[in-house]
């Protein structure tokens, strides 16, 4: 997948328990910015995204949990239409990736 074919998600979740929480939220930060409170932004490639919904698959509760992946297309295409009240909303740009 090259750069152009990355794409802009926002992730939020409800986790349950604590300790959940704070698993899921480390996890969120290897692959996101994060916007606020259970809120991250993150800019995806099609294995980044597989990845990112297999660690969360393994964490989650399914019963108690709950997490949303909202896909606004192309991240090099994509202008979203953000209402920011309070800090400025910036879409996440691309970054080198250390592994």
């Known amino acids: 997948m090259t750069v152009n074919e990355e794409r802009l998600y926002i992730v939020a979740y409800d986790?349950?328990?604590?300790k959940r929480w704070r698993r899921?939220?480390?996890i969120m930060q290897g692959y996101g910015e994060w916007l606020q409170l259970s809120v991250f932004q993150c800019r995806l490639s099609r294995e980044r995204h597989a990845e990112l919904i297999a660690l969360l698959d393994?964490?989650?509760h399914h019963?108690?949990?709950?997490v949303v992946l909202l896909d606004l297309g192309l991240a090099e295409r994509?202008?979203?239409?953000v209402v920011s009240l309070g800090k400025t909303f910036t879409?996440?740009?691309r970054e080198p990736v250390i592994v």
């Open 15 to 18: 986790i349950r328990h604590p």
């Open 24 to 26: 899921v939220f480390r």
């Open 58 to 60: 393994g964490i989650i």
């Open 63 to 66: 019963g108690e949990d709950h």
């Open 78 to 81: 994509v202008v979203p239409r």
């Open 91 to 93: 879409p996440i740009e």
